[in-house]
């Protein structure tokens, strides 16, 4: 029997960002008892939160808690806030951030959560290294949670179980009473930076998956991308000092299978109608939300060059994103690499 004392839950969170995450995670957190102030960029979603509890735009059919509040004003969120969670597209961070921590809004004992899975361009810094350069805090004061969290199969409560990560055990555990509901089961871990890389590369390896379903490929294709995809995630995370077993977790190989093999998943999406022969620009129309993995791609890619670890599933991705290789063509170049043991 465990005798790991309970930590208290924290009663008053912001989530900055009204995405279909964003909204899917404010629910869990009304759901399991705080009190939660959205902000949101755009009015019309604000008020829709507010004046009708349900975010059509990004969660159609879904309704709200009573707890789950919205605003434009980025102070009026703030306010009172113990724990603040960013749901902010990945490459905007820097700039929210920066404004937000001039103002002065991010109080000095405030539990800060990533719930992004990407890598900074240019920077090659993952979230939690974002928040931590532009805030100045502790980096034991900032948690990320991730795992396999499709937000429209959360948001409709259906069982699912997700990782807090952070340096520190104890804030760790109040993440996680925060958002423990009977679907939504938070485990913890103190592998920050596996947890995070995790999450960011399984991106690109579902706009493989993607791609390979427009090309009319099948499971064996599928199943082989994920597992490949998983051993040049892992080998960039070791190399990085991660603890290899983060990514047999639920942050790793659960995380992967259920954005490569799932149709809500943006990034698979995406890769669908690249695989079909669509432009760029032809399936970010058809996509409508911001998917991270186009322009992490090019970060990790950056990141694994200079840290000198192989990924070739992440090069040909790339390559068809931003340099207009065919799908098919990345497909031959992976399967004509020189043969190697596993």
Same mark, same amino acid.
């Given at each position: 029997?465990?005798?790991? *004392?309970?930590?208290?839950?924290?009663?008053?969170?912001a989530?900055l960002?009204?995405?279909?995450? &964003?909204?899917?995670?404010? *629910?869990?957190?009304?759901?399991?008892?705080?009190e939660?102030?959205?902000?949101?960029?755009?009015?019309?979603?604000?008020?829709?939160?507010?004046?009708?509890?349900?975010?059509?735009?990004?969660?159609?059919?879904? =309704?709200?808690?009573?707890?789950?509040?919205?605003?434009?004003?980025?102070?009026?969120a703030?306010?009172?806030?113990?724990?603040?969670?960013f749901?902010?597209? @990945?490459? #905007?961070?820097? %700039?929210?951030?920066?404004g937000?921590?001039?103002?002065?809004?991010?109080?000095?004992?405030?539990?800060?959560? @990533?719930?992004m *899975?990407?890598?900074?361009?240019? #920077?090659?810094?993952?979230?939690?290294?974002?928040?931590?350069?532009?805030?100045?805090? %502790?980096?034991?004061?900032?948690?990320?949670?991730? &795992?396999?969290?499709?937000? /429209?199969?959360?948001?409709?409560?259906?069982? #699912?179980?997700?990782v =807090?990560?952070?340096?520190?055990?104890?804030?760790?555990?109040?993440?996680?009473?925060?958002?423990?509901?009977?679907?939504?089961?938070?485990?913890?871990?103190?592998?920050?930076?596996?947890?995070?890389?995790?999450?960011?590369?399984?991106n690109?390896?579902?706009?493989?998956?993607?791609?390979?379903?427009?090309?009319?490929?099948?499971?064996?294709?599928?199943?082989?991308?994920?597992?490949?995809?998983? !051993?040049?995630?892992?080998?960039?995370?070791?190399?990085?000092?991660?603890?290899?077993?983060?990514?047999? &977790?639920?942050?790793?190989l659960?995380?992967? =299978?259920? +954005?490569?093999? @799932?149709?809500?998943?943006?990034?698979?999406?995406?890769?669908?109608?690249?695989?079909?022969?669509? @432009?760029?620009?032809?399936?970010q129309?058809? +996509?409508?939300?911001?998917?991270?993995?186009?322009?992490s791609?090019?970060?990790?890619?950056?990141?694994?060059?200079?840290?000198?670890?192989?990924?070739?599933? #992440?090069?040909?991705?790339?390559?068809?994103?931003?340099?207009?290789?065919? /799908?098919?063509?990345? =497909? !031959?170049?992976?399967?004509?690499? %020189? /043969?190697?043991?596993?």
């Open positions: 029997m465990s005798t790991r *004392k309970k930590i208290a839950a924290y009663k008053r969170v989530v960002g009204a995405g279909s995450w &964003g909204t899917a995670f404010a *629910k869990v957190l009304g759901d399991a008892g705080a939660v102030m959205i902000w949101a960029r755009r009015p019309e979603v604000a008020d829709a939160i507010r004046t009708k509890h349900a975010n059509p735009e990004y969660l159609p059919g879904v =309704v709200l808690p009573d707890r789950v509040g919205a605003t434009t004003d980025a102070a009026t703030f306010a009172g806030a113990d724990l603040l969670v749901a902010v597209p @990945s490459q #905007t961070l820097r %700039e929210n951030l920066s937000w921590a001039s103002a002065g809004l991010i109080g000095t004992q405030t539990t800060l959560v @990533s719930l *899975k990407g890598i900074e361009l240019g #920077t090659g810094r993952r979230m939690s290294e974002v928040i931590v350069e532009v805030t100045g805090v %502790e980096p034991d004061r900032v948690a990320v949670v991730t &795992g396999p969290n499709l937000a /429209p199969e959360i948001a409709l409560g259906q069982p #699912t179980a997700c =807090v990560a952070c340096d520190d055990e104890e804030r760790a555990a109040a993440v996680q009473s925060t958002i423990f509901t009977p679907y939504f089961r938070p485990y913890t871990n103190d592998d920050l930076l596996g947890c995070e890389l995790g999450g960011a590369v399984k690109v390896i579902a706009l493989a998956c993607g791609m390979a379903v427009g090309m009319g490929l099948g499971d064996n294709t599928k199943a082989a991308l994920i597992t490949r995809g998983l !051993a040049e995630t892992a080998r960039l995370g070791v190399r990085l000092g991660a603890d290899p077993l983060t990514f047999a &977790g639920l942050a790793g659960g995380d992967l =299978v259920g +954005t490569c093999m @799932s149709p809500l998943s943006r990034n698979r999406t995406f890769g669908v109608h690249l695989g079909r022969g669509e @432009s760029l620009e032809e399936a129309i058809a +996509t409508r939300q911001t998917v991270e993995g186009v322009k791609c090019l970060a990790i890619r950056d990141l694994a060059r200079g840290h000198g670890v192989e990924m070739p599933i #992440t090069e040909q991705v790339e390559l068809v994103c931003h340099e207009g290789l065919a /799908p098919s063509v990345a =497909v !031959a170049a992976l399967m004509t690499r %020189e /043969p190697k043991p596993e």
